[in-house]
């Protein structure tokens, strides 16, 4: 068994992928490394340039091709196919320190928690910023939720996780739609019961570019997938809810996970007319309503969502004012 399965989502990628796959090729772990290149149809060089890497370290390297899907396709498809003990997905846009890496998977050996944390790097094209999103665990020690520990949050760039625990749950990520990611780091923080923190800035995670699905202007023409991944999201805290096995640490987490991804899709409306986005935000906070009152009721302890309900949306308008002021620093048009 490998020690590690790396998905690497990739659909037309072929300006980043070469960075990609070559930060994962160093000698000193190609035989605990599983690289899946999962092509979601590429119609550019994808190919080309994965089945370069399959022929210099067949051992390591693997080219999946399947129609077209999304990221969550890409995901599912690697959580099928995979045969290491522990599993990452990477973007085919973002990168890893290669040093990091071999440091890592030599870590992964002598462990045995269901999940993994790490640090990151966001990399923008003209600098990087260094996010750490844990405190309370020292490096290399494992806990479980009931200990005094802090993770802010869980993204798809910090976590690895046990594949045999996405199998046995029979994890599965919403096809067809961006913005898939909460879905998968969520379901990795409920299934854990262990967690150990490793102290490596390991994901290089590429930001800044127009074209990213991020990308303000981008969210805005793609606000239907971000409602139907909040509907999604919506649903799964309810259920974990229901089931009762979520401890208090564990629900702190999920929750300030997936709240982000109902505060983003009410900002991605704050960019359209005010009347408008009065009209959409109402309309999509009455369906977080109708399909669950409970995470409704507990998305109320988030700052931003509880303003924007205040007094019936009334302050929208300014909210409005202030995030158009507040994107127009951080992102340019």
């Known amino acids: 068994m490998k020690t590690l399965t790396i998905s690497v989502a990739a659909y037309n990628v072929e300006e980043t992928l070469d960075q990609t796959l070559k930060s994962f090729y160093d000698e000193r772990i190609l035989d605990d490394l599983e690289v899946l290149i999962v092509d979601d149809g590429s119609k550019d060089n994808t190919a080309k340039i994965a089945k370069k890497y399959v022929q210099k370290a067949p051992q390591t390297y693997k080219y999946v091709y399947k129609t077209n899907g999304g990221h969550g396709s890409t995901i599912n498809k690697g959580m099928e196919l995979a045969t290491g003990k522990y599993f990452?997905?990477?973007?085919?846009?973002?990168?890893?320190?290669?040093?990091?890496?071999?440091?890592?998977?030599?870590?992964?050996?002598?462990?045995?928690?269901?999940?993994?944390?790490?640090?990151?790097?966001?990399?923008?094209?003209?600098?990087?910023?260094?996010?750490?999103?844990?405190?309370?665990?020292?490096?290399?020690?494992?806990?479980?939720?009931?200990?005094?520990?802090?993770?802010?949050?869980?993204?798809?760039?910090?976590?690895?996780?046990?594949?045999?625990?996405?199998?046995?749950?029979?994890?599965?990520?919403?096809?067809?739609?961006?913005?898939?990611?909460?879905?998968?780091?969520?379901?990795?923080?409920?299934?854990s019961h262990t967690i150990v923190y490793l102290d490596i800035y390991l994901y290089m995670y590429r930001l800044g570019e127009p074209n990213q699905s991020i990308a303000k202007v981008n969210m805005l023409k793609n606000i239907g997938m971000q409602e139907k991944i909040s509907y999604e999201l919506v649903k799964m805290y309810d259920q974990f809810v229901k089931n009762g096995d979520m401890l208090p640490r564990q629900e702190e987490t999920i929750f300030h996970t997936f709240k982000r991804s109902i505060g983003s899709t009410m900002r991605t409306y704050l960019l359209l007319p005010t009347k408008i986005a009065r009209k959409n935000i109402e309309r999509f906070d009455k369906n977080i309503k109708s399909l669950s009152l409970v995470t409704y009721q507990r998305l109320n302890d988030d700052k931003f969502i509880n303003l924007t309900r205040k007094g019936?949306?009334?302050?929208?308008?300014?909210?409005?004012?202030?995030?158009?002021?507040?994107?127009?620093?951080?992102?340019k048009y």
């Open 88 to 191: 990452k997905v990477i973007d085919g846009d973002d990168w890893v320190d290669t040093d990091s890496l071999v440091e890592f998977i030599n870590s992964l050996k002598k462990i045995d928690s269901d999940l993994v944390l790490t640090n990151h790097m966001e990399c923008y094209p003209q600098q990087y910023k260094k996010i750490n999103l844990v405190s309370g665990m020292e490096n290399g020690k494992e806990y479980t939720w009931k200990d005094n520990i802090n993770i802010e949050k869980v993204v798809l760039h910090s976590v690895t996780v046990k594949t045999k625990l996405l199998r046995e749950n029979h994890v599965h990520i919403t096809e067809n739609s961006f913005y898939v990611d909460v879905e998968f780091v969520v379901w990795d923080a409920y299934v």
């Open 312 to 331: 019936n949306y009334v302050l929208i308008p300014l909210l409005k004012v202030m995030y158009k002021i507040w994107v127009s620093k951080k992102y």
